[in-house]
C-alpha cells in the first residue's frame, strides 16, 4: 500500500524540473491566450492602437510610423517588433489580433524561466517551480489580452532582478556588462525601464550594510558603478552630438521628467502605492520579505543578494511611479508596479523553505505593518472606472461594494482579509508552511476573476462604441484591406468610430478631422471647406484626394455608399478623387436649433428638390411659426409648423446658378431667446426652429 502510495511521488520527482517549467510556460500560454480571446476589442486608448500601427507597419513596410508618419520614438520599440509576425501572416486584421494575443500569452508566460532561476538559488526545485507558478498566476497576466509592453515588460524585469542579483553576488565586468544589456532591452521596450539605474546603485549600499562590512565592502563593486556611469556618458555625449538633450531620450515622457513634484504629494502617494501593492499581493508575501529584509545580516550570502536587489528595486520603482501618480494621474498606478510581484512570491518561497522563522518582536512588527497599511487606503476615492484599466488590486474591493459595503467601509473587509494573511503568516505551524504560497495562489484567482470580468465588460463596451457593424472589418471586407480610405471625424461622433475601425481594418487611414482635433494626439490633418466649391482643403489650401472615405453619414459628403455601419450612422463612400462636400449650411448650431435665418448651398447642382425637415418646440415658441425659403430669380416656398407633434418637411424646388450651384436662403418667424422663456435656462441665442435634417431629391 505503501509503495502504491509513494509511486506517483517518485513519478514526479522523476520529471526534470526544466520539464516542469516549461510545461508551466506552456500551460500559462495557453491559458493567456485563451482568456485574451475573450477581449473582444482594444480598449486601453490610444497606447493599444499605438502599438498595433507600429507593428503593422514594420511589417508591411519595414520601418516605424505611425497613421503613415515617422515613428518619434514617445513609444518603445521592443514590443512593436515583437508583435509585428502576427500582422506579417494575417492580411486579416481580427486574425492578427487573435495571434498578437497568443505572442503576449507567451511573452508573459516567459517571466517564469527568470523567477524559477532567481528562486532557484536560494530553494530547492519544488520551491522554485512554486514561484514561477505564482509569477504567472498573478491577476495582471491578464493583459496579455490588451495590446500593451506590459507583456514585454513584465519578464524583462524578472530578468533584470535576476541580472541584478548575480552582479551583486559577482560583481565582475561581465555580470555587470549583462545586467546593462538587460536593462538597455527593457529601456527600448518602456521608458520605465530607467528606474534600473538608481536601484543599480542602491542595491550595493544595501547589501553592505546587510553584511556590515562597512565602506570598504563597497570597493568590489568598482565596475557595477563604473559601467553604467561610462555607459550614461556615453550616451549623453551621443545625445549632445546629435544636438539634443538629455531628456530628448524620454520622447514623450520628457515632461514627466521635467515636472515640478511636491515632496508632501509625492509621500502620500507612496503610501498610496505601497499599500496597494500589499494588498494586492495578499499581505503574506510582501509581510515575508519585510520579515526576511529584518534578519538580512544572519541570511545566507546569496539570500542577502537577493534582498538587497528585491529592495532597492522596489523601492525606486515605487517612488517613480508614485511620483508619476502625484502629478499626473492621481490614481494608484498598479500597472506600474505589479512587475515586482515574482519578487515578492520569490520571498514568501524562501520565507517557507527556511522554515518560517519568526522572531517575535520582528514578526510582530512585520505583519503588524503588512495587516495595517490597507488602512491608508481611501478606497471612496481610489475604487473608479479609471481602476479597470490600472489598478488590478482594486477591482475585488469593488465586487465587494457591490454586495452592499459602501465604497467609504471597504476598508472594513480590506482589513479582515489583510489581518487573515498577516496571522497566518505568523502563526502558521511551520509543517502547514507550504499553505501560504497555496492561499497567495488562491487570492490572486479570485482576484483574477473579478479583474477578468471587467475588463472583457470594457472591451465589449468600446468596441459598441465605435463598431456595431457584425464584422469588425467590416471596412476591408467592402474595399479590400490594400485601399485608402480617409477617416472624417467630426466631433458629433464618439471618438472610437475613428480608432476601432482604424484598428480593424488595414485599410483605414489617413485621419482627418472637420471640426475639433480628434483627442488622441496622434498624426491627423485638420481639414477646412471651400465655401465657394465644397472642396475640403489641408494645409495650404491642397485638395485632399482619396478613393474611398469613412465618415458620419449627417456630413454630406460627396460620393456612393459602399457599405455602413447602421447603428453608429457610419458611411463608407466610394469619393474617387478630390474629398467634397455635396452641401453646406450656416446658421444652423450644433444641436440642430437654427437663428432667425439659415441658409444652405449645394455644390454641382442640377436641379431636383429639396426636402427640409423641421421641428418645433412650443415650450420655447407656443405660436404657429413659418418658415420662408427664397431663392434668387425663384418664388418663395413657405411651412408652417403648428402642432407640437408635427414634423413637417419644406419642400423647394432648386434652380442652379451659372456657377452650378444652388443657393436657398430661410428665414424663420417667429423666433425667442430661451433665457428669457424657459426657467433656468441660460442660453442667450436667438432661436429659430429645429432643422433635423436636408435631402436632395434629384430631378
Known sequence: MQAVRGRPLTLVRAVPAWAWLAGIVAVSALVRYAFGRRIVAPWIMVDELVYAELARSLAETGELRIRDEPFSGAFGV??????????????????????????????????AVPTYLLARRLVRPGAALAAALLAVAVPGALYSGMLMTENAFYPLVATGALALVLALERPTALRVAALLGVVGVAFLTRAQALVFLPALLAAPLLLVA?????????????????????????????????????????????????????????????LYHVA??????????????????????????????????????????????????????LRVEER????????????????????????????????????????????????????TSDTFGLLLWWDVSGLGVPLERLWLPAAGVAAAFALLLALLPRR???????????????????????????????????????????????????????????????????????????????????DDPLPTGLPQTPLETDLETGLLRGPAGREVRAEYA???????????????????????????????????????????????????????????????????DRRLIPSAQRVVARQRGAPPAAATVGRAEERPTLRVPLRPHRDGTCDVTFTVAPTAVPAGVLPGSDDTRRLGIRVLGFEHLAP
Open 78 to 111: 521592443v514590443y512593436p517588433l515583437l508583435l509585428a509576425p502576427a500582422y506579417l501572416l494575417h492580411e486579416s486584421v481580427p486574425a492578427a489580433y487573435a495571434l498578437a494575443k497568443a505572442i503576449n500569452g507567451f511573452l508573459f508566460s516567459l517571466a
Open 210 to 270: 546587510a553584511e556590515r562590512s562597512g565602506l570598504r565592502g563597497l570597493a568590489r563593486f568598482r565596475w557595477l558603478y563604473a559601467l553604467p556611469a561610462a555607459g550614461v556618458a556615453v550616451l549623453l555625449a551621443a545625445q549632445v552630438a546629435r544636438g539634443g538633450g538629455p531628456l530628448d531620450l524620454l520622447g514623450a515622457y520628457r515632461p514627466v521628467a521635467g515636472a515640478p513634484y511636491e515632496l508632501k504629494e509625492v509621500a502620500r502617494w507612496t
Open 276 to 329: 496597494e501593492l500589499d494588498l494586492a499581493l495578499g499581505v503574506a508575501p510582501f509581510a515575508a520579505l519585510l520579515l526576511l529584509a529584518s534578519l538580512a545580516p544572519a541570511l545566507p550570502p546569496r539570500e542577502r543578494a537577493f534582498l538587497a536587489a528585491t529592495v532597492a528595486l522596489a523601492a525606486c520603482m515605487v517612488v517613480q511611479v508614485a511620483a508619476f501618480a502625484s502629478r499626473f494621474s
Open 336 to 387: 506600474n508596479l505589479f512587475h515586482l510581484f515574482p519578487l515578492f512570491v520569490v520571498a514568501l518561497v524562501v520565507f517557507v523553505e527556511r522554515g518560517l522563522p519568526r522572531p517575535r518582536l520582528r514578526t510582530a512588527v512585520a505583519a503588524g505593518s503588512a495587516a495595517a497599511l490597507p488602512l491608508l487606503l481611501p478606497f471612496e476615492r481610489l475604487v473608479n472606472v479609471s481602476a
Open 432 to 514: 502547514l508552511g507550504a499553505l501560504l504560497p497555496a492561499l497567495v495562489a488562491v487570492f490572486f484567482l479570485v482576484s483574477a476573476y473579478s479583474v477578468e470580468h471587467r475588463i472583457r465588460t470594457a472591451s465589449i463596451g468600446h468596441l459598441f462604441q465605435g463598431i456595431t457593424h457584425a464584422e469588425r472589418d467590416w471596412v476591408d471586407r467592402a474595399v479590400g484591406a490594400d485601399a485608402e480610405v480617409a477617416a472624417l471625424w467630426t466631433s458629433r461622433r464618439d471618438w472610437l468610430t475613428v480608432l476601432q475601425n482604424e484598428f480593424f481594418s488595414r485599410s483605414v487611414g489617413p485621419v482627418y478631422s472637420l
Open 550 to 616: 469613412l465618415v458620419d453619414q449627417h456630413v454630406p459628403l460627396a460620393g456612393t455608399v459602399v457599405a455602413r455601419d447602421v447603428t453608429k450612422e457610419i458611411v463608407l463612400l466610394r469619393t474617387g478623387g478630390p474629398l467634397r462636400l455635396e452641401h453646406t449650411t450656416a446658421g444652423i448650431h450644433g444641436d440642430r436649433w437654427s437663428g432667425p435665418t439659415f441658409s444652405y448651398r449645394r455644390y454641382e447642382c442640377g436641379g431636383g428638390t429639396l426636402v427640409v425637415r423641421l421641428e418645433r
